[in-house]
């Protein structure tokens, strides 16, 4: 299309067409409403293409000149907000071209030789994923290193440790909130993962075929710091993989942080009292004057819900079309861009409210010692006097049957008192029955010690330096 048949295209496409698209159709089709957000990558892609074309004598030098004059002109334009995004233009990628060949006449017209804009726009999402991605790493480490110091500050406070959320075990904090150091570490690693299959290039793959052209396409994709070209011109302008793997670490990461507002929610609520949440992320009531509420968490769980739901919208969308490209991919872009501004913000305020987690320690010790977490010590504290473990459960089980009828915990009974259920125990069975005694008791890998905990701090700042 020239620049005048371009400016036209809302009469008609070419001189195959006659008649105009109807408005409504030309509304429904568009995209540029929303994949403008792109025009940073499909200039840098077409700066890319242009450069090659020029190196390879398909283009002479003064015409890729030219596009380089009128790429800066427009991005100073689309910077400075004067660019004139028009929906009769339909896309990102025809908008800019007919700028730019208005800008720099046949120049701009020879740009689109060897590509289409079906290979355009899947270099286009690719490039911009790849960038989203680095910041989403960034705000992940962030995030760690968030959590990684308030654990470190909490690394001996005792909360109960739950299964079927009635209190089990007792656990560090810190040990708790590493939890989630190691759900996001491995996000991390996920997205890290995605990025090594986004960073491919489809440039080349033109409209489905390949092209006729001598383009060097390993070079594009170092220009565009691309780790090497797709391999299948075909898969290359139809598959949207790298977008729905993304979407799954992205829907998964989000679960991860959906789980931990569940519990900052819980810890909040008055039947807990855990913790408090700086009021700088809470709201109040209009009409309940004394309300505190976890608005942040609870917005970030309902959110969680958007982005799993766009992955599920992004296998439908894939999964009926045929080979090569279907205008369905453009229906891509509006639940990855959600998923990436969903996920970015969340991150981002993540990392901010665990600097502003208010821990209540003896809110914390009071529920634990309430709900017999040291119970297994005791049977452990048996088995190591020889009880078979199975027996020592059950001796346990009366202790604890007495201690709740008399409304008292474990280590509130004397010694002669627990010398009736089994006269195997000693003076220094109260060693166990403390929660520090507990906690300390597992120091194996990964056990919840105070001082495996510093262990682990220590590996993740290591890992998280830099
Ligand atoms: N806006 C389109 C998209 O997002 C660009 C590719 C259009 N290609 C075509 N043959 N109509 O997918």
Excluded at 18 to 45: K, N
Excluded at 152 to 178: M, W
Excluded at 277 to 290: E, H, K, V, W
Aim: hydrophobic content about 45%.
């Amino acid at each position: 299309m020239s620049s005048n048949q371009l400016d036209k295209k809302s009469q008609a496409w070419s001189a195959l067409f006659s008649e105009p698209m109807s408005e409504l159709v030309q509304r429904y089709t568009a995209s540029v409403g929303f994949d403008r957000r792109l025009w940073r990558a499909d200039i840098a892609g077409s700066l890319a293409h242009a450069e090659m074309l020029a190196a390879q004598g398909v283009i002479g030098a003064e015409d890729r000149a030219a596009i380089e004059r009128g790429m800066a002109q427009i991005t100073q334009e689309i910077e400075a907000g004067t660019f004139e995004w028009k929906l009769a233009l339909e896309d990102v990628h025809l908008n800019i071209e007919a700028r730019l060949t208005q800008l720099v006449g046949d120049a701009g017209k020879r740009l689109h030789t060897g590509r289409s804009r079906n290979d355009q726009v899947a270099t286009d999402v690719r490039l911009w994923l790849r960038d989203e991605i680095d910041a989403i790493g960034a705000l992940l480490a962030e995030l760690q290193r968030g959590l990684v110091d308030c654990a470190e500050r909490h690394a001996e406070v005792v909360l109960p440790g739950f299964t079927h959320l009635q209190v089990a075990q007792p656990v560090s904090f810190g040990h708790h909130l590493l939890a989630y150091v190691e759900m996001f570490a491995r996000d991390a690693e996920r997205f890290a993962d995605v990025r090594r299959r986004t960073n491919r290039l489809p440039l080349g793959a033109a409209a489905l075929a390949g092209t006729s052209y001598p383009l060097d396409r390993e070079r594009v994709a170092r220009t565009l710091g691309m780790e090497g070209v797709c391999q299948n011109s075909l898969d290359a302008v139809s598959d949207r993989d790298f977008a729905i793997e993304f979407s799954a670490a992205a829907a998964l990461c989000m679960v991860h942080v959906s789980r931990f507002s569940e519990e900052l929610v819980l810890w909040m609520s008055q039947n807990f009292g855990f913790i408090d949440l700086a009021d700088r992320f809470c709201t109040g009531s209009s009409i309940m004057p004394q309300k505190k509420n976890p608005d942040v968490p609870e917005l970030a769980r309902g959110k969680t819900g958007r982005v799993v739901g766009h992955l599920m919208g992004l296998l439908t969308l894939m999964k009926g079309q045929p080979l090569a490209y279907n205008k369905d991919n453009q229906e891509d872009k509006e639940p990855l861009f959600d998923s990436v501004d969903t996920l970015k913000d969340t991150l981002r305020i993540f990392g901010e409210l665990v600097g502003g987690i208010v821990v209540k320690p003896e809110a914390m010790e009071r529920a634990a010692r309430r709900g017999y977490a040291t119970a297994t010590d005791l049977a452990d504290y048996l088995v190591r006097q020889g009880l078979p473990f199975r027996d020592a459960h059950e001796v346990v089980a009366h202790v604890v049957k007495t201690a709740l009828q008399r409304g008292v915990d474990l280590s509130e009974l004397s010694l002669a008192e627990l010398q009736v259920f089994h006269p195997a125990v000693r003076e220094d069975v109260f060693e166990v029955l403390t929660l520090r005694g507990s906690l300390d008791a597992r120091r194996v890998v990964g056990g919840t010690a105070p001082a495996q905990v510093r262990a682990q701090i220590a590996r993740h700042r290591a890992r998280l330096a830099g």
